[in-house]
């Protein structure tokens, strides 16, 4: 009892090194992890971008067709979803590959993302009802769960557990570290306004020629939004590998490393 307290006492969280580790697994593996995110997400929302979608429905009811338009923009909206989801589950994945010293193989991720997109959905939905739920009412409760259950989408992935079993293994796994995920939480919004500040400013900048000036705004906008695009493919390929990394140190914090990599190395 001693022995396993004081082993219990030596074990410390790092965020930085999700952090790092987030950063590391793009860069020893981009096309496993941007490679997805890049064909299921980016070419999907250039060639048919959300906001194209709201009009052409609004266009549609005007004319007499509401019901198609609604349908198509219904179809429309879950198909780029579920293409999100499958590509999030594939980068969980190839994430999960590399922290078990294993090389991320494309046909296994995106098999994974297929397969675990349906419940991924089920947990994205709940997750933000709930924290909608929560802001409806006051500031905190809203917070509070956007933290606690901030490691479900991932334990879908990496255990299994069934949609509300996910929500419940991140409730426990993030017990007692919430004020240091709330920090993530506020480091990756400045990360974000960032980001995407100094990306829509060099959109701007990169449009400014007078071919672009003289083409009208039509032009300048599709230069800012394909900059947007590839920040933002950056952006959420690391952001999901951070979170699988955060949870994998969240796991090994409150369990211990994973016994199953310890006879590997000992064998």
């Not at 549609?60 to 429309?76: E, K, T």
């Not at 594939?90 to 349906?118: F, H, S």
Request: net charge positive; aromatic share 14%.
């Amino acid at each position: 009892m001693a022995t396993q307290a004081f082993g219990e006492e030596r074990r410390t969280l790092s965020v930085g090194k999700a952090f790092s580790r987030g950063f590391e697994t793009i860069r020893a593996y981009p096309l496993q992890t941007l490679g997805p995110m890049f064909v299921l997400t980016t070419i999907p929302g250039i060639l048919l971008p959300w906001s194209s979608l709201f009009p052409n429905m609004r266009s549609g009811v005007v004319y007499g067709w509401g019901s198609i338009a609604v349908l198509g923009f219904a179809g429309s909206a879950i198909g780029l979803s579920l293409l999100w989801l499958v590509a999030v589950g594939a980068v969980i994945q190839a994430t999960l590959a590399v922290a078990e010293d294993r090389k991320p193989d494309l046909g296994e991720m995106l098999r994974v993302g297929v397969v675990r997109c349906l419940p991924l959905l089920a947990v994205y939905i709940l997750y933000w009802l709930a924290i909608a739920f929560g802001f409806a009412f006051l500031f905190v409760p809203g917070v509070f769960l956007a933290v606690m259950w901030s490691m479900a989408m991932v334990a879908v992935v990496a255990e299994r557990p069934g949609v509300f079993g996910a929500f419940g293994r991140s409730a426990r796994l993030t017990k007692g570290a919430r004020w240091k995920i709330l920090g993530v939480f506020l480091a990756l919004f400045v990360i974000y306004m960032v980001v995407f500040g100094f990306a829509g400013v060099t959109g701007v900048a990169s449009s400014m020629s007078l071919a672009s000036l003289q083409a009208g705004a039509r032009a300048s906008f599709g230069v800012g939004q394909f900059i947007m695009a590839l920040v933002n493919l950056v952006v959420t390929t690391w952001m999901t590998a951070m979170f699988t990394s955060l949870f994998l140190e969240l796991r090994e914090w409150k369990e211990g490393p994973d016994t199953s990599r310890l006879s590997d190395i000992f064998a």
